[in-house]
């Protein structure tokens, strides 16, 4: 069965480095996502991309955050200058279509941990 | 995206149907209403969705009130497995697939 694939599993940087978050997603899907849960708390969106270019994005998406899928198969999120507060699990998920008629597809995750 | 609401747990016994209720009183016509879970820290697993009628597949089955104001998820032989974060999020009209999750209800299967 096809499944969203997420690297690395675990990421602990510095905070002020800038850290790439990986996702292969599945072959066919069109469009993407990224998510974070911080610890204990809610799944929340981020954003989701479409066409090469973002179709929506949440407050959380600010301009420390962009996403870009540099080949066919590769979707990243990267964070310029990661802070304490960015330490939360990260998950890439796809679709076929954006909403109603098919699901989101979610990778395992990346868990970024801030120091 | 219209506001739901779950109950925080529900326990269920090994092999006994699961059902989990949700509120969703302002949905509007073209939301549907969408059941993830989430076991441990796994990422979220699409359960099913539906808009007004009842739908069923090899996972549970979903049951939309005719004025579509709540549902019910329904796992009919639940097991250990099924233990989890169950989140019921309604989604559609301009939202590009964005998923709007609450805190969902936790699912404890026992022996």
């Known amino acids: 069965e096809p499944e969203v694939t997420q690297t690395p599993s675990h990421q602990v940087t510095q905070m002020g480095q800038e850290v790439i978050l990986r996702c292969v997603p599945i072959s066919n899907h069109l469009y993407f996502y990224w998510y974070r849960q911080i610890l204990g708390q809610k799944v929340e969106f981020l954003v989701s991309f479409y066409n090469n270019e973002i179709s929506e994005k949440s407050e959380i998406f600010d301009d420390q955050f962009s996403v870009e899928r540099p080949d066919g198969s590769n979707f990243t999120l990267k964070i310029r200058s990661t802070k304490l507060e960015d330490s939360a699990m990260y998950f890439c998920?796809?679709?076929?279509?954006?909403?109603?008629?098919?699901?989101?597809?979610f990778g395992p995750g990346t868990r970024l941990t801030v120091l | 995206d219209a506001k739901t609401t779950q109950p925080t747990s529900m326990d269920c016994a090994e092999g006994r149907a699961a059902n989990l209720p949700c509120n969703h009183s302002?949905?509007?016509?073209?939301?549907?209403v969408y059941w993830y879970r989430q076991i441990h820290s796994q990422g979220p697993q699409y359960i099913i969705h539906g808009l007004k009628n009842n739908e069923t597949n090899e996972m549970a089955s979903l049951i939309i009130t005719e004025d579509r104001k709540s549902s019910t998820l329904i796992l009919p032989h639940a097991t250990l497995r099924d233990t989890a974060v169950y989140y019921c999020?309604?989604?559609?009209?301009?939202?590009?697939?964005?998923?709007?999750f609450g805190q969902g209800t936790i699912l404890t299967v026992h022996p």
């Open positions: 998920a796809s679709s076929d279509y954006p909403h109603s008629y098919n699901e989101q597809f």
């Open positions: 302002t949905i509007s016509g073209n939301e549907y």
């Open positions: 999020i309604v989604s559609g009209g301009t939202s590009y697939g964005k998923l709007t």
